[in-house]
């Protein structure tokens, strides 16, 4: 007898309420990822040089572009908070599902950590009698609380804040634009080949890291079946655009090293944007320091998005009983996942004390890169087995788009994997522990529980 999927909790207190546009959707699917142009991208360039780095972007976009198209047919086929979690358990059953909404949880609650310490180091510039740690707990009690407070709210200030950042990326590129010079892009362009093409993969993938979790929300948004759509594509065609003009403006006004290292045989800097500017503005100059200020707005906009994000993927596994009911109950006021939100911070906290940023980024990007493999896997399967299943929109270009988004996170993980031996161990156990923990008691127990009710 096949094994029937794992069943929901009936009621209002699993019920998430529908209140998000299409704009809302946009200023989410923006407000994930944009920190990913503010920071650490530039960490690729001292491996792969500016042509280096730009394939692997260019594919990487590639990759993109074919899976967002191809993760918005699953999202409006089957619009729940679970997102890869639901598609998966579908097309491939309880194990497969299990592991990839695993991943996808590893990926949205480790990366907000890592931008927590980002938020941590801008305000102790201003703050230096409080520590870049204390400050990123502060930041998480603060946005995990607005978090809980609604949806609605959390939404609202997330299109606000993502409006300043992208307003802030378009000012800088207008001020170091005029400072443009061809040559500075070709210099030292490709330092180790087409092996540094492959070690800026990582890099690369950054700059859009978190776009998939608009599909997180789409059990909260008003006809998903189309506004999932609107708010996906707007939030991938602006983020290609401003990553283009950040990497060009940034990389255009002196060469990559100047905004790679402070001084020559310094430590490599995550910041690239003061980098370039200073070197236009200074370090002390008015335009300098506002560009800064509300640079500082990118990253609360992915750190509070990701939350938001998260705490949906949790929640679900919550719904569903891969982890303790608790978490996928629904606050009776403010409707939103509280349980799920509080266990998420923790596990971000600890992870903050651990000081190892570049790791942490390094483990969310694993969970990304496996999140697409089992999500494209699943448009093929799903397009065979359930071919009659009501898809308000369909990939184009079937099945050359999601085929070209796997090839393309496979090759991503293998190069990924091969430069990151101790990290993929250590992601790979994770998945593995909570594979057996799930399979040999959540299953086992559910298996019990369903073959008590049919008798």
């Known amino acids: 007898m096949a094994q029937q999927p794992i069943t929901p909790n009936e009621g209002s207190a699993t019920e998430l309420k529908r209140t998000l546009g299409p704009v809302m959707l946009w200023g989410l ?3 994930y990822v944009i920190s990913g142009m503010y920071f650490g991208w530039n960490l690729g360039l001292p491996v792969g040089g500016t042509l280096g780095l730009a394939i692997a972007t260019f594919f990487i976009i590639i990759m993109y572009v074919t899976f967002t198209f191809s993760y918005t047919e699953l999202a409006c086929a089957i619009p729940k908070a679970g997102g890869v979690f639901d598609y998966a358990t579908r097309a491939m059953g309880k194990d497969i599902g299990f592991v990839a909404g695993m991943a996808q949880i590893i990926e949205f609650v480790f990366a907000p950590p890592a ?9 102790h510039i201003f703050l230096p009698q409080f520590s870049v740690t204390s400050i990123a707990v502060v930041a998480y009690f603060i946005f995990t609380g ?101 990497f060009i403006s940034s990389v255009g006004v002196g060469g990559w090293e100047k905004i790679v290292y402070t001084t020559p045989g310094a430590d490599a800097s995550d ?12 370090n002390s100059g008015w335009l300098y320091h506002l ?41 009776p006021k403010f409707k939103t996942p509280v ?9 971000g906290i600890i992870a903050l004390f651990t000081g190892k940023t570049g790791d942490i980024i390094t483990i969310a990007c694993f969970g990304a890169i496996v999140l697409y493999i089992f999500a494209m896997i699943a448009v093929l399967v799903l397009r065979k087995k359930e071919p009659q299943m009501p898809r308000p929109f369909k990939v184009p270009l079937y099945p050359w788009f999601p085929v070209l988004a796997l090839i393309i ?39 019990v529980q369903s073959t008590t009710v049919n008798r």
């Open 291 to 331: 560009l800064i200020t509300i640079g500082l707005m990118g990253l609360v906009a992915s750190f509070h998005g990701l939350i938001l994000a998260a705490s949906r993927a949790t929640y679900e596994f919550g719904k569903t009983g891969c982890i303790p009911v608790v978490f996928g109950k629904i606050h």
């Open 115 to 123: 931008i927590a310490a980002a938020i941590g180091a801008y305000f």
């Open 339 to 347: 349980n799920a939100l509080l266990l998420n911070m923790a596990i």
């Open 29 to 31: 699917g923006v407000g």
């Open 146 to 246: 607005l978090n809980m407070y609604g949806v609605k709210a959390a939404a609202t200030f997330e299109l606000i804040i993502t409006a300043f950042a992208v307003f802030e990326l378009v000012l800088f590129s207008g001020v170091t634009l005029p400072h443009f010079h061809w040559t500075n892009l070709t210099q030292n362009a490709f330092p180790n080949g087409w092996e540094g093409v492959w070690a800026a993969t990582p890099f690369a993938v950054w700059f859009f890291l978190g776009l998939e979790g608009v599909a997180n929300v789409a059990e909260e948004t008003v006809n998903p079946q189309k506004n999932v759509l609107k708010g996906f594509g707007s939030a991938l065609l602006t983020l290609i655009i401003l990553c283009a003009l950040v």
């Open 271 to 282: 910041s690239p944007l003061p980098l370039a500017l200073g070197q236009i503005t200074g």
């Open 409 to 447: 996170a496979v090759i991503s993980l293998i190069a990924m994997t091969s430069l990151n031996i101790k990290l993929a161990v250590i992601f790979f156990a994770i998945l593995a522990l909570a594979y057996i923990w799930f399979h040999f008691i959540v299953k086992r127990k559910t298996d």
